[in-house]
């Protein structure tokens, strides 16, 4: 069930600083990585970023590059009159990957009390479109609903920065300029069909946009007109385009009614914690004859394939995630939100919260740490093979190798007791 390759990518970014807020206001988009994303502390200045002298210049050879692949040169003129070089959002790119949190840090936030309350709110006072939604597309609604409320709570935090200046800003950089110049031309595409004008084109520092915070490729690949008024209008008050929007994204990458994203479970003494692993898969049946029930122990229905994950170690809460965990993912591959979203949507529909404890004593480790775990685990000989302070597959495997070799439990957890011990 690891995350297969995305058939339409999706903003992954952070959101800064409004990520830390526990009120139901703020976005809490993650930085896209296995359950870390923002706590606060920097640890490395920023990169050299280049200077604005240019950007004028690259306007006007991306003009031409741009009317070459259809473009017109009104809609061109007027979305980039008076756009100027963002300096800001280049220092967010070099920084986000800077900071770092814990997944029950995150969590808090994204079920915070206020975040469930104003998720029921919204889907008391939206419930006939969001039926009709779940309908259509055959998405529970309560995933699209926490979706909605982790992306831009319900509709209130749906980003005030002018997507063209960001995405030209960044296309300008040559840190990921490819990718951006791309998004940026389907941004341009967006304006020339007519679905919004330049002025109410806003979104996040990074260019995600609307309620549902949409990329501009997944916007053209995937935006629905849900009202028939000719526009996909992911932008405005009325959010029936963007959460038929979302229910559409989930629905294309595979989505199955009616199946859990995940259960909390608990774990036999002696469980084997090389099994849980996102590669192994059994049906609940099976994972019940070794001895993982839910939490009341019971065995969870047959609702397909799971695999256990445990996001905090062994230590923290397990769970058993079905093949709706990795369609989250598609949406952003942080273990992180796919368990905010999960979790807050059981919640808005009356569900418990997660009834174990978690490490809390623990910190996450910081981008230093973490580039240094990788190093240390490779010269001892259980190599991540990247060396890219991502907390992935990879370096999970090597964690639980190198933890197997001095006698600990093998969860793969990536703790600073496991730096200390490498050290």
């Given at each position: 069930m690891r995350m297969r390759a995305l058939t339409i990518f999706m903003s992954i970014f952070a959101t800064g600083a409004a990520a830390q807020a526990t009120a139901p206001h703020a976005s809490l988009r993650p930085e896209a990585r296995p359950f870390v994303s923002t706590q606060g502390t920097a640890v490395r200045a920023p990169q050299d970023v280049k200077g604005a002298a240019g950007f004028a210049d690259w306007v006007r050879d991306f003009r031409s590059r741009a009317l070459e692949q259809g473009i017109t040169p009104e809609v061109?003129?007027?979305?980039?009159?008076?756009?100027?070089?963002?300096?800001?959002?280049?220092?967010?790119?070099?920084?986000?990957?800077?900071?770092?949190?814990t997944v029950w840090v995150y969590l808090d936030s994204a079920a915070s009390e206020a975040r469930i309350a104003a998720g029921k709110k919204a889907l008391a006072e939206n419930r006939a479109l969001l039926d009709r939604i779940e309908e259509r597309y055959g998405v529970d609604k309560q995933a699209v609903v926490a979706i909605w409320g982790l992306e831009s709570a319900f509709g209130t935090f749906r980003g005030t920065e002018p997507v063209i200046r960001s995405l030209a800003s960044l296309a300008y950089d040559t840190r990921r300029g490819t990718f951006f110049e791309g998004q940026l031309v389907d941004a341009l595409t967006i304006l020339q069909s007519g679905d919004t004008v330049p002025a109410n084109m806003k979104g996040s520092w990074a260019g995600a946009m609307g309620h549902t915070q949409f990329m501009p490729s997944s916007f053209l690949a995937l935006a629905q007109d849900w009202d028939g008024?000719?526009?996909r209008d992911i932008w405005s008050d009325d959010p029936a385009d963007a959460l038929a929007s979302a229910a559409h994204y989930l629905a294309e990458n595979g989505?199955?009614?009616?199946?859990?994203?995940?259960?909390?479970v608990r774990l036999p003494e002696g469980f084997d914690y090389t099994l849980a692993d996102r590669e192994i898969e059994k049906l609940p049946s099976d994972w019940a004859a070794l001895g993982v029930t839910d939490m009341d122990g019971k065995p969870i229905a047959d609702h397909g394939p799971a695999s256990v994950l445990l996001p905090g170690g062994h230590q923290g809460a397990a769970f058993m995630i079905f093949e709706n965990f990795a369609v989250i993912e598609r949406y952003n591959t942080?273990?992180?939100?796919?368990?905010?979203?999960?979790?807050?949507?059981?919640?808005?529909?009356?569900?418990?919260?997660?009834?174990?404890?978690?490490?809390?004593?623990?910190?996450?480790l910081t981008l230093d740490e973490r580039l240094e775990l990788q190093e240390r685990l490779r010269d001892a000989g259980f190599d991540p093979e990247k060396i890219d302070g991502r907390i992935g597959p990879l370096t999970i495997d090597a964690v639980r190798g190198y933890q197997q070799s001095i006698g600990?439990?093998?969860d793969g957890y990536a703790s600073l007791q496991v730096l200390e011990a490498l050290r």
């Open positions: 061109f003129d007027a979305a980039f009159r008076g756009v100027e070089y963002d300096a800001k959002v280049i220092e967010r790119d070099r920084n986000q990957n800077e900071f770092t949190k008024d000719g526009r989505w199955t009614k009616g199946q859990p994203w995940g259960v909390e942080a273990d992180a939100y796919v368990i905010g979203v999960g979790h807050l949507g059981d919640r808005i529909l009356g569900g418990p919260e997660i009834r174990h404890g978690w490490p809390r004593e623990d910190r996450a600990a439990v093998p």
